[in-house]
């Protein structure tokens, strides 16, 4: 089975500043991938999929994008962080890779915009 | 625009009792809905799926319910122990393989 890494677990930054959340995948080759955001009082937001390298779908209008510089290596990319991107960032992929199959999280990168 | 909804942010329920969850979806294309379980700092995990060409599907203590022509489904945990305590989050992909998520409902489980 597959493993999610992301880092880091926390993050504490100013508004303003530069953001880059890492989501790497053990396990699978060609997975899609996924960015979810948990906001307060919110459910799972997805934010961005992709189904290969450099091919990145956005669902919302935001502060954010997306890269996938390799297969199994998805990036969480800001210029300038607002406040209102305070929120627990997920990573996912299908598990096993196929069709029908359910996503799979990482343990989640809390970050908090100060 | 939310094509999936749970209505009941809450719900308390005493140890050993029945909890239902419930959720409904506006998609009629969906054709394959999952229940996820998250605890705090963690992501969720998956629980329990069902495909739209049934009406029940049971695992154990969990059992999913669909009904179609309503588009509601709910999850039912008998019995409820402590352990159940979390966020339960209904769940659909699209035909793309995008899957929509619920704002979630709590459940707590009194002991």
């Known amino acids: 089975s597959q493993t999610i890494h992301q880092w880091p677990a926390t993050l504490v930054q100013p508004v303003g500043s530069p953001l880059s959340l890492e989501c790497t995948v053990e396990g699978t080759s060609n997975p899609n991938l996924y960015w979810y955001r948990q906001a307060a009082g919110r459910g799972l937001q997805l934010l961005f999929y992709?189904?290969?390298?450099?091919?990145i779908s956005s669902e919302v209008p935001q502060n954010l994008s997306a890269s996938r510089p390799q297969d199994r290596q998805f990036i969480l990319s800001s210029k300038k962080l607002l406040l209102s991107d305070s929120g627990f960032y997920l990573c996912a992929c299908p598990t096993p890779a196929g069709v029908r199959s359910p996503l799979h999280f990482g343990n989640g990168t809390r970050l908090t915009v100060t | 625009d939310q094509q999936v909804k749970q209505n009941s942010p809450s719900l308390s329920v005493q140890e050993g009792r029945i909890s239902i969850l419930n959720c409904d979806y506006t998609?009629?294309?969906?054709?394959?809905f999952l229940w996820y379980k998250k605890y705090p700092a963690e992501g969720p995990t998956f629980l329990i799926s069902?495909?739209?060409?049934?009406d029940k599907n049971e695992d154990g203590r969990f059992t999913v319910f669909l009904n179609k022509s309503a588009k509601h489904l709910s999850l039912h945990i008998v019995p409820s122990q402590p352990g159940d305590s979390a966020v339960y989050f209904c769940?659909?992909?699209?035909?793309?393989?995008?899957?929509?998520f619920g704002t979630g409902t709590s459940l707590t489980v009194i002991p």
């Open positions: 992709s189904v290969g390298i450099g091919q």
């Open positions: 998609n009629s294309m969906f054709d394959y």
């Open positions: 769940a659909a992909p699209n035909t793309g393989n995008q899957f929509y």
């Open positions: 069902i495909s739209s060409i049934k």
